[in-house]
């Protein structure tokens, strides 16, 4: 280890979702704080385009490689070898790999290849959630997590579920997800409003990747009864497999017309800063990021009570929590809020709060930090 700030290269998914926004936000907060930081993937995360200054973070594409010999390509293996050149070029001290498989596999092979760098490792939840439901990668996962110098997790629920689906007894340290409340914050021009909602409407909006496990359907379906009671318009932001079915049920409830599919929308925080309620519906999830940049905004959330959810929207004080599945108690509970004009302003100013007292930066990046002296120093 050196005796300036270690080196740190960051292994992690660079398309939209919660794992690569926390990667791409704590690279960047770390760089800030005076370490020279790697990212090392098939592209560049999607966060940190045009976050880039001379001296960092800097970015290193991992090289694809076909031959006819080979069914499929090798990626963890790609992986493996430029972040080995890394490395080795950079003097790296430490790699940070956002989820078991396949990152931590990579970084624990440039380990043995380089005899450098020491490796921690974030656990984000579907590697961990896959396994439980699906084997096909428990013995290199668990390998992952037992062989890496320090495991972190985003949840309490998801540092339980890995212990028990993992029979690992190591430590795993809890270190939630945080937002930037400068960035996430109301936007109370009504012009920005008016480009997506009628003053009379309730703004409801949902954000995820579509996954069968986010449950859009049942947003569709929450959403149908609120609209069956007040004026509403629901934003879906994100794309993924379910979107389809999404757009096909909210055609048959005869609310297409007051429901938009806005894709895979960058400035989201911009949505988030004018919306009423945020949906999350998911049958699992181990934090939801999402729903903290929501709350940031000042947006009340209504969500399943599942994985880490509770961590972070409490009920009755920041949002409403229901069993999964159950679509009426969520409609209700967002009637609640929407039909009451003080218990809103309570509930979006309780959620600003837990997004600044307990998830701010300046609480969470520190624990990394130690985290990351703690490793490089064994
Ligand atoms: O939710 C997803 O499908 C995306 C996934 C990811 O890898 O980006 O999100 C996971 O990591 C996020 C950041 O830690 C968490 O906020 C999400 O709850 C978690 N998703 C699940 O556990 C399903």
Same mark, same amino acid.
């Given at each position: 280890a ?10 992690c998914?660079?398309g ?5 926004v926390?990667?791409?936000?704590l690279?960047?907060?770390?760089a ?8 090392v993937g ?8 045009g976050?880039?200054?001379l ?5 290193h594409?991992?090289?694809?490689f ?8 090798f990626p963890e ?10 490395i ?6 430490l790699?940070?790999a ?5 990152h ?14 020491r490796?921690m490792?974030?656990?984000h ?8 439901t ?11 997590i037992?062989r ?28 939630h997800?945080?937002v930037d409340s ?9 012009g ?6 009628h003053?009379?409407?309730a ?7 579509f ?9 569709v379906?929450v ?10 318009r ?9 979107? +389809?079915r ?5 055609? &048959?409830? %005869?609310?297409i !017309?007051r429901?938009?599919?806005l #894709?895979?929308f960058p *400035?989201v925080?911009?949505?988030l800063g004018?919306?009423d ?5 998911s049958?699992?999830?181990s ?7 929501a709350m940031?905004?000042?947006?009340p959330?209504?969500?399943?009570n +599942? ?6 929207v &409490?009920? %009755?004080v920041? !949002?409403?929590?229901?069993?999964? #599945?159950?679509?009426? *108690? ?9 039909r009451?004009?003080?218990l ?24 990394y930090?130690a ?6 120093? %064994?």
């Amino acid at each position: 280890a050196s005796s300036t700030a270690p080196k740190i290269a960051v292994l992690c998914h660079t398309g939209a979702g919660g794992s690569g926004v926390v990667a791409t936000e704590l690279g960047l907060k770390v760089a800030a704080a005076g370490h020279e930081v790697h990212f090392v993937g098939a592209a560049m995360p999607f966060r940190l385009t045009g976050c880039q200054g001379l001296r960092g973070p800097y970015f290193h594409q991992v090289g694809g490689f076909a031959y006819a010999l080979f069914e499929q390509p090798f990626p963890e293996l790609s992986a493996a070898n430029t972040l080995s050149e890394v490395i080795l070029e950079h003097g790296v001290d430490l790699t940070h790999a956002h989820y078991a498989i396949p990152h931590a596999s990579a970084a624990l092979h440039a380990r043995s290849i380089t005899g450098k760098t020491r490796v921690m490792t974030t656990l984000h939840g579907t590697d961990v959630t896959l396994v439980g439901t699906e084997p096909a990668f428990r013995h290199t996962t668990r390998h992952a997590i037992e062989r890496s110098d320090h495991v972190t997790a985003v949840s309490h629920s998801l540092a339980a579920e890995t212990r028990a689906v993992f029979g690992v007894d190591r430590d795993i340290e809890v270190i939630h997800n945080f937002v930037d409340s400068d960035r996430f914050r109301r936007i109370t021009d009504p012009g920005v409003r008016a480009r997506f909602a009628h003053p009379e409407e309730a703004l409801i909006v949902h954000v995820s990747n579509f996954r069968p496990i986010k449950r859009v359907e049942d947003v569709v379906q929450v959403f149908a009864r609120i609209a069956s009671e007040i004026p509403a318009r629901l934003l879906m932001i994100g794309d993924g497999p379910e979107r +389809a079915r999404a757009f096909e049920l909210a055609r &048959e409830l %005869g609310v297409i !017309g007051r429901t938009q599919f806005l #894709g895979s929308f960058p *400035d989201v925080q911009t949505v988030l800063g004018i919306s009423d309620l945020f949906l999350l519906t998911s049958s699992h999830e181990s934090f939801g990021l999402a729903a903290l940049e929501a709350m940031s905004c000042e947006v009340p959330v209504v969500a399943s009570n +599942a994985g880490g959810i509770p961590e972070v929207v &409490e009920h %009755g004080v920041n !949002g409403f929590l229901s069993q999964v #599945g159950d679509v009426d *108690d969520m409609a209700h509970g967002a009637l609640k809020i929407l039909r009451d004009p003080e218990l809103y302003r309570q509930m979006g100013q309780a959620a600003r709060r837990t997004a600044t007292e307990r998830f701010h930066p300046r609480l969470i990046v520190p624990q990394y930090l130690a985290a990351y002296r703690k490793t490089v120093e %064994g």
